[in-house]
């Protein structure tokens, strides 16, 4: 499988495991360094996977209330040792993708290849200012 594929296919994991809620599947493909800038608090961001998991619970709860996560849009650039990879994904209750049906989360990735694999280094959820 090609680096791009390989990528594409850990964001689409990625994606899936936050929809249903799986942890682990969440967590899988994280460096144990990884840095993650995201919607919610802190605004100095999340450092280290043990913190980068803590921030789950609560968005696995909201998910439950019949959120969706989806990729729409996957964007990846890959080279020998770095890739990054950026995407739009629906994201949002029923109600919340109902009155802005076009409103994307914007993600971005950052990878390393370590121990022959694609982890992610780096993350970042934003959404546009309304």
Request: glycine share 8%.
């Amino acid at each position: 499988m090609s680096d791009d594929a390989q990528i594409r296919d850990l964001a689409h994991r990625w994606a899936a495991a936050v929809h249903t809620g799986d942890l682990a599947g969440v967590l899988a493909d994280h460096a144990e360094d990884i840095v993650v800038f995201d919607v919610p608090p802190p605004d100095d961001g999340v450092r280290g996977l043990a913190a980068y998991r803590e921030t789950w619970p609560p968005v696995f709860e909201w998910q439950r209330q019949g959120a969706s996560f989806e990729i729409v849009d996957l964007e990846v650039t890959a080279g020998t040792d770095v890739a990054w990879a950026h995407a739009l994904l629906r994201c949002g209750s029923p109600e919340e993708l109902a009155e802005r049906p076009g409103r994307r989360l914007r993600l971005t990735l950052g990878l390393r290849h370590q121990d022959g694999r694609w982890v992610v280094a780096h993350e970042h959820h934003s959404f546009p200012l309304s």
